[in-house]
């Protein structure tokens, strides 16, 4: 049988994943086709005594059992016989035990393995994903691994059943055994089409898949956009056309292996009678070993007929593994340095940009263009600009998230440097426009900001983001959940929320990116007192277009294609300025 490169890929990978789980379970798999070959072999000696009582008398078997002085009979043959059946019983057990074993702890280690690499990947690189992607690969893609691994599994039981029988067919019929070796191996090769159509079909349905899960995941979390603008139609034609893209190139598989199947049973039926005939007339087989011949046909086709199944299958999930190893493989390349727990920072002076430059790729202007700033120690700076200025760029990089093309960022006079950079983000705050919140408790979701707060501490943060009446008034107080993305509190409690938690970490620089968008009047001067009375212990920066923060600011940076386009309200101090001229 041929097999493509990408098949002995994924079996190299199963191995070195889990070595000693694949191995015991091959182990297994070995003995326990051994063990069915073996107690068939004495069902030989047993027919032939019922046939002709002195026929088998000076065998090797009657030698053995005489050698452990055992009487040679029917009954200790058949007895034999029953202790090796449930030997075999035994170890199938154990085998079945172990391949779900390793059948489910690949896929448990994929799933480890990628959403590690995922984690640990450089922002450029996992900002640029779709999450609809990611998460079909996490969930559907890697359970598809799963079917590819079971098939893995269960081709090579049949791979070794079906030597077991070859080897036992051969014992009683070289010539008819070689007949048929060659006849399986004709329809395999015949059949060679139907294995590279499965991986064309198992190719195409993990696209509709995949397609399938973004049209779900574009609605579910835009459905509020999509009824305002009346869009639900289109996203279910959307769905339904990948959904049924999917059904199709599933059963076009479906029939692609019955018809495998169809054509196994026709040749099992011929390869049948032919053994019969040649057997008795032209080799003059008795008729127990000519009874073990044909029991030896009936068994190996069905497991030609797996051989040439469970390939099929297992190439109709393989590019689901193809698609996840390139993925994850492009996650690993761009994984950040580990944090450095002697990598500390302080911002005691300022924080100083010069010349930084970004063009992303296949962009015709550059994101930033030349642009340096200083942000003195414990004061607040303001970011504006229109849409596309370059705000969140430039935010990206001085939180560590992006490294520039050309420029450098310098953290009172150290280097903030791409292997630093995780080091960096563990001394910031930063409260995004959209809040990521866990479907769990207040309490919870605030600990993602510091896991060893107390609840003092947790309360200072709520009051100091305006944050506290609004959860004291909750059912369970801070063990109240907030639902799915925060569902059970309005937009702007879930922004206090995730202000608080910022507030928690006690960071060096508190990064707010339109923080406030979603907060009434009286809840914003809360805020802007808040960050007044901060100033001189953080340094902010706040990306915003509402005028009572850019008042709030102790200067005002200005964005345009990518350039500076306005001084500062009020400039940095002295020293400020001498670090950004060193």
Request: proline letters at 5%.
């Amino acid at each position: 049988m041929n097999f493509p490169p990408g098949l002995g890929a994924f079996a190299r990978e199963l191995i070195d994943a889990l070595p000693t789980r694949a191995a015991t379970t091959f182990a297994l798999l070995l003995a326990a086709g051994l063990t069915e070959g073996i107690s068939l072999l004495v069902f030989v000696p047993a027919l032939q005594l019922l046939h002709d009582p002195g026929a088998v008398g000076g065998t090797a078997m009657a030698q053995a059992f005489s050698a452990l002085g055992v009487p040679f009979g029917l009954g200790p043959l058949l007895s034999l016989c029953v202790l090796l059946i449930t030997l075999r019983a035994a170890l199938v057990y154990a085998k079945n035990r172990c391949a779900a074993d390793l059948h489910f702890g690949f896929a448990d280690h994929l799933r480890k393995r990628f959403y590690r690499a995922l984690a640990e990947a450089h922002w450029s690189c996992t900002g640029k994903l779709r999450s609809a992607d990611l998460e079909d690969t996490l969930t559907n893609g890697i359970g598809r691994i799963q079917s590819g691994v079971w098939a893995l599994i269960l081709l090579a039981q049949a791979a070794v059943l079906l030597l077991v029988y070859l080897a036992l067919s051969a014992l009683v019929s070289p010539v008819l055994t070689a007949l048929a070796g060659l006849s399986g191996g004709a329809i395999l090769l015949a059949l060679r089409g139907h294995r590279q159509r499965a991986a064309r079909l198992g190719a195409s349905v993990n696209s509709s898949r995949q397609a399938c899960f973004r049209e779900l995941s574009a609605l579910v979390h835009g459905l509020k956009e999509a009824k305002s603008f009346g869009a639900e139609g289109a996203h279910s034609e959307g769905f339904a056309r990948s959904v049924d893209a999917t059904r199709s190139g599933s059963l076009a598989y479906v029939a692609l292996s019955a018809q495998s199947g169809l054509y196994f049973q026709i040749a099992a039926g011929t390869l049948l009678a032919a053994a019969v005939f040649v057997g008795s007339h032209h080799l003059a087989l008795d008729l127990p070993a000519l009874l073990v011949l044909i029991f030896c046909v009936v068994r190996l086709t069905p497991y030609l007929a797996q051989l040439q199944g469970f390939t099929q299958e297992l190439l109709f999930a393989l590019p689901a593994w193809q698609y996840t190893d390139t993925l994850e493989t492009r996650l690993r390349a761009a994984r950040e340095a580990p944090p450095s727990d002697n990598a500390v920072f302080t911002l005691t002076e300022a924080l100083v940009a010069t010349g930084l430059s970004l063009r992303y790729p296949g962009a015709a202007q550059p994101a930033l263009e030349n642009v340096s700033l200083v942000l003195p120690a414990g004061t607040c700076t303001a970011l504006v600009g229109p849409s596309g200025a370059g705000k969140s760029t430039l935010a990206d990089i001085v939180l560590g998230l992006i490294t520039p093309d050309a420029g450098t960022l310098v953290v009172d006079g150290k280097p903030l440097t791409p292997e630093l950079a995780r080091s960096w983000r563990r001394q910031i705050g930063y409260v995004p426009q959209e809040t990521f919140l866990l479907p769990e408790s207040v309490k919870a979701n605030l600990l993602l900001g510091n896991p060893q707060a107390d609840d003092t501490q947790l309360w200072a943060a709520l009051e100091a983001a305006a944050a506290a009446d609004f959860v004291r008034a909750l059912p369970q107080g801070l063990d109240t959940p907030v639902g799915e993305r925060g569902s059970a509190l309005s937009g702007g409690e879930r922004q206090r929320l995730a202000l608080a938690r910022a507030l928690l970490r006690d960071p060096l620089l508190l990064v707010l990116d339109e923080a406030t968008s979603a907060l009434d009047v009286d809840n914003q001067r809360r805020i802007e007192t808040a960050l007044s009375q901060l100033r001189g212990q953080v340094t902010t920066l706040l990306i915003t277009h509402n005028p009572s923060l850019v008042a709030l600011a102790d200067q005002q940076i200005q964005l345009a294609n990518g350039r500076l386009t306005q001084s500062p309200l009020r400039g940095p101090s002295t020293s400020s300025l001498q670090v950004m001229e060193e």
